[in-house]
């Protein structure tokens, strides 16, 4: 895409770290001595510039709860986040009718068991059911008090691009810095070919990019869902399309247990439920393996590119993140996280990556992005380096088997050779 597209939207970040100097006065036997402390060792920078846009760290807020209206994203603001993706909107609010209870939880123990660990989570909820003009009124008052922080608008329409057109023109109004298009909420509406139906369709998907990207001015990332046999084609369709960037996964359909007192589904609503999208720690390791075969796709395709990729799925820990940067990924993304932990989670995901960085001499984001991603190989390649390392092993001997083997020539080595360290 062109670089104008990114112009506008390219702001000055502010410092993100202060280092200071300090005085130490120190009594010794001709009075005091003044001595400067040197300076202060810079903590580990985690700071990112993904598709022209300045983030003071690489966590974002997905889309979903914790981006629903301007009292919670200014708090997310207020925390610290690196950008926030709001709550999907779309132009007809009144299509968009929610139920109660919508979510459901697993956790570590007994099926139904109300103790234990949360280790999974279950929503049934559509997007957002606010009108549009509340949502665009929100948006542009966050632009305006926080004209350097980084905040996208997540939006889904049905197969009309009219509509898409629309809403694209309406949302960047509001000086909004970059969509995220949502082709991947696994439930809900799929019979007006929205969210997942357009993700899962690749022919459908190139098409309504092209309507997207023709349109946007700003970076435009595409989210994907988990619920196809290979994540890598629709993300390689994105991008073909036009796209700077996509995030990956969504929620994975699930039916989350069955009440073994009533019989019935969770969550039940007057007695009945539906699949909906299961996210948390559960789907941390389901999406490490959907966000290596982007990346590896990506770094094949598109190296010389600017695209990006965003992570999510089961980020509670800065080893979490780390595990994606790792694989590739820009930006790492919490949604449910939030939820459980509230919005000061940010502040431990900084500190608990910065840990990680100083554990390995890391000074940026960039100079472990991608780092294991090489580390990945087919199970045929594992087999053929496992034989040559045994073969390799085999041809080493570790000093003299037996009698037989002395040679008299290389005495001294032959004896060195068995000498216990």
């Known amino acids: 895409m062109e670089s104008l597209r990114f112009s506008a939207h390219i702001s000055t970040p502010a410092a993100y770290f202060a280092v200071t100097r300090r005085a130490v006065l120190a009594p010794n036997r001709f009075g005091f001595r003044v001595s400067a402390q040197s300076e202060a060792a810079a903590e580990p920078d985690l700071s990112v510039t993904v598709n022209g846009l300045k983030m003071p760290n690489p966590f974002v807020i997905g889309s979903g709860p914790p981006g629903t209206n301007y009292t919670v994203m200014k708090r997310a603001f207020n925390e610290g986040w690196g950008a926030v993706i709001a709550k999907t909107v779309s132009l007809d609010s009144s299509k968009v009718v929610n139920v109660t209870p919508r979510y459901a939880r697993l956790r570590a123990g007994a099926n139904g068991s109300p103790k234990g660990q949360i280790i999974g989570w279950q929503n049934i909820e559509l997007i957002s059911d606010r009108p549009l003009e509340t949502m665009l009124k929100e948006f542009k008052q966050l632009k305006e008090e926080y004209p350097d922080r980084i905040l996208i608008a997540s939006i889904m329409e049905e197969y009309n691009k009219a509509a898409w057109e629309e809403l694209i023109d309406r949302v960047e109004q509001t000086g909004i810095d970059a969509f995220e298009i949502n082709f991947s909420c696994p439930h809900g509406m799929p019979e007006r070919k929205m969210g997942a139906a357009v993700g899962q369709d690749c022919a459908l998907l190139e098409e309504v990019c092209g309507w997207i990207n023709a349109k946007a001015t700003v970076p435009v990332w595409a989210k994907m869902t988990p619920n196809i046999t290979d994540i890598t084609q629709p993300a390689r369709v994105s991008l073909q399309a036009g796209c700077e960037g ?151 001997k570790k000093g003299l088997q037996s009698d037989r083997d002395w040679t008299g020539d290389g005495f001294v080595k032959e004896s060195e050779s068995m000498v216990s360290n």
Not at 260 to 284: F, I, M, N, Q, W
Not at 308 to 324: K, W
Request: hydrophobic share 40%; glycine share 8%; with cysteine.
């Open 246 to 396: 996509v995030a990956a996964i969504n929620t994975i359909m699930s039916v989350m247990g069955i009440n073994l007192d009533t019989l019935r589904p969770e969550p039940c609503v007057e007695g009945y439920s539906t699949p909906g999208g299961y996210s948390a720690k559960a789907v941390h390791p389901i999406a490490l393996a959907k966000v290596m075969s982007i990346a590896q796709m990506m770094k094949k395709e598109f190296a010389d590119k600017d695209v990006s990729l965003s992570a999510i799925g089961g980020v509670e820990t800065g080893n979490d993140a780390a595990e994606f940067i790792l694989l590739g990924a820009n930006t790492v993304q919490v949604c449910t996280g939030v939820m459980m932990h509230g919005y000061s989670l940010v502040k431990t995901l900084c500190s608990e990556l910065q840990e990680f960085m100083k554990k390995h001499n890391f000074s940026s984001i960039e100079d472990f992005r991608g780092a294991s991603l090489d580390y990945f190989t087919t199970h045929m390649d594992l087999v053929a380096r496992q034989q040559e390392a045994i073969r390799e092993r085999k041809a080493t």
